[in-house]
């Protein structure tokens, strides 16, 4: 070994003293500022050659991991992301988890949700046509079509009394209708979609129930024959029937007398002194008696009684029934 450090470095200072190898002897052992300098780049191999995960053996060409750096203080909240000409809006705060958030109700096994409670109706209620002491043709027609399909069980009269409303009472009941009474346009409707257009006989006809068979009393002369089963008066000929009429009668504590009587007296505007009430087309035949119209049996029907005189509610017939029977003519009551 030959020592060639001349202790000058070309630069005015003493530098290091290199041992140079120039056989099989062992080197010299380096200075410790060597040392130092080895360590570190054996440091550095050791790092670009596998500590970090996924990095490929041998790479030395790798660049130096990046230093760490400051963290930026976070940022108060987030913004959405731009979209066009859009404002950018603060992102919502993140929404509880799952675990801490309350659970929805569960249903009750069986339960029902309650229907809201409709609200009532405010449309107007349908037009009133005909009620209670209503009279006209048009009651007549409501009559017979009731009377078509069951539900009056007489002759149309054209009045609209106390049987008419309780027909009409029955047929809106069947038919779901309001219950009144009183004929609506709905009910009306209803009426002429489930009926027919009545006939002249069916609107006409000479009595509420059909004519008694007469009483052989009745077959010669004028008589007025009447019945108090049927509750018909005939005004007859001869045997043939000229015309025919409803009649009620009395109660059981003013009866009307049966018999055969003859007409005594006719008194065109009549009015009772006993009772002080109108007996218009009054023929009398027996005492107190007679034959007259009564606003009260047309108004009412059979809900009432006489006080034991005849009553005809059909004003027309009976006038036309004065001007035709004459004093001394037969009159025939009877069961």
């Given at each position: 070994m030959?020592d060639?450090?001349s202790?000058?470095d ?17 080197p010299?052992?380096?200075?410790p ?6 360590v ?5 191999a050791?790092l ?7 990095a490929?053996?041998g ?6 991991p ?6 930026a ?5 987030r913004?959405?992301?731009?979209t066009?000409d ?7 705060p993140p929404s509880p988890?799952a ?6 109700p569960?249903p ?13 109706s405010?449309?107007?209620p349908?037009r009133?046509l ?7 043709d048009?009651?007549r ?8 399909i ?9 009045y609209?009394g ?5 027909s ?11 219950v009144?009474?009183s ?16 006939t ?8 509420e129930?059909?004519?008694?068979a007469?009483d052989?009393r009745c077959?010669k002369?004028?008589v ?6 049927s509750?018909t ?26 018999g055969?009587?003859?007409v005594?007296?006719k008194?065109r505007d009549?009015?009772?002194?006993l009772?002080?009430?109108?007996m ?9 008696q007679a ?11 059979y809900?009432?009684a ?9 004003k ?5 029934l004065?001007d035709q029977?004459?004093t001394?003519?037969?009159v025939v009551?009877?069961?």
């Amino acid at each position: 070994m030959v020592d060639t450090d001349s202790g000058w470095d070309g630069r005015g200072g003493r530098g290091s003293r290199v041992t140079r190898n120039t056989g099989g002897a062992r080197p010299a052992e380096p200075i410790p500022g060597r040392r130092v300098a080895a360590v570190s780049l054996v440091a550095l191999a050791a790092l670009a050659t596998g500590c970090e995960p996924g990095a490929a053996t041998g790479a030395q060409d790798a660049p130096p991991p990046a230093r760490p750096t400051q963290a930026a203080a976070p940022s108060p909240a987030r913004t959405a992301p731009v979209t066009g000409d859009a404002k950018p809006r603060t992102a919502p705060p993140p929404s509880p988890s799952a675990s801490t958030a309350a659970p929805a109700p569960t249903p009750t096994p069986g339960a029902t949700t309650a229907r809201p409670t409709p609200e009532p109706s405010t449309a107007p209620p349908p037009r009133v046509l005909m009620r209670t002491g209503s009279e006209s043709d048009r009651v007549r027609e409501l009559q017979a079509r009731l009377r078509q399909i069951g539900h009056f069980g007489r002759n149309p009269t054209g009045y609209y009394g106390s049987v008419t409303a309780d027909s009409v009472r029955s047929f809106q009941a069947k038919r779901s209708l309001p219950v009144t009474g009183s004929t609506d346009e709905v009910t009306w409707q209803r009426l002429l979609a489930m009926t027919r257009v009545p006939t002249a006989a069916e609107l006409r006809p000479p009595t509420e129930r059909p004519v008694a068979a007469p009483d052989e009393r009745c077959l010669k002369g004028r008589v007025l024959c009447i019945s108090k089963n049927s509750r018909t008066l005939a005004w007859m000929i001869d045997g043939k029937v000229v015309s025919a009429m409803d009649v009620r009668f009395g109660s059981e504590y003013t009866p009307t007398r049966e018999g055969v009587f003859e007409v005594f007296w006719k008194s065109r505007d009549h009015v009772s002194t006993l009772y002080d009430t109108p007996m218009p087309y009054a023929l009398f035949f027996s005492g107190g008696q007679a034959v007259h119209y009564s606003a009260d049996f047309a108004a009412n029907g059979y809900g009432g009684a006489s006080h034991g005189c005849v009553n005809v509610r059909d004003k027309k017939k009976v006038a036309a029934l004065f001007d035709q029977v004459r004093t001394g003519d037969k009159v025939v009551v009877y069961w």
